[in-house]
């Protein structure tokens, strides 16, 4: 697994091995995270990465958020719980050499605690396909003050999002059994939805 394009492009990642007990890890596909920052970075939205804070939940190898960072965002904050994939992420965060502008918390992403980092720009969601969390990290996410007042989050499922009202604008592009769901989402429109 490779860093796809810029200050990193090429980089190649340490990956889960093939045996990891019940803790299963789905590292985003290349073509995948590709066609993801091309939509972020060329996409109806306009540049979604350059300068931005990101926040990325159910961080497991770091690649989004390192691809992010190699791609000009200002910084990241991985979020993980799992020890082992704490453990893959923080050698992919020292071997690109992005510790100055990453950090990494330890945290269930359904139940963050208090943010004290300053508010996010751009939201990794890349839950554990068919567990349903994404509407729990997004309330915990808003809750803990993680989330800027109007933010890009970036939803990957294993089914189409059931999240047409948090949207102020979004687009979906389907890869096989895998749905991204990019859209620009104002928080007193997400907190409408989630309390419905």
Request: aromatic letters at 6%; proline letters at 5%; charged letters at 20%.
């Amino acid at each position: 697994m490779r860093i796809s394009a810029g200050t990193l492009k090429g980089l190649k990642l340490h990956t889960p091995g093939q045996h990891q007990g019940n803790n299963p890890l789905r590292p985003t596909s290349s073509r995948i995270r590709e066609s993801m920052f091309d939509i972020l970075t060329h996409g109806s939205l306009g540049n979604c990465i350059t300068h931005r804070r990101v926040l990325d939940l159910f961080a497991g190898t770091g690649a989004l958020g390192i691809e992010a960072l190699s791609r000009g965002a200002a910084s990241v904050t991985f979020v993980e719980k799992n020890r082992s994939n704490l453990d893959l992420l923080t050698r992919n965060v020292s071997k690109a050499n992005v510790r100055n502008n990453s950090s990494i918390v330890q945290a269930d992403a359904t139940r963050l605690p208090p943010n004290k980092r300053g508010v996010h720009d751009l939201i990794f969601l890349d839950p554990p396909y068919g567990l349903d969390l994404h509407e729990a990290s997004i309330r915990s996410a808003l809750k803990g003050g993680w989330m800027a007042p109007e933010c890009v989050l970036v939803l990957e499922t294993g089914k189409p999002a059931s999240t047409s009202s948090f949207w102020l604008e979004h687009i979906v592009r389907k890869y096989g059994t895998t749905y991204i769901t990019i859209g620009r989402v104002k928080n007193p429109v997400l907190v409408e939805s989630l309390n419905q």
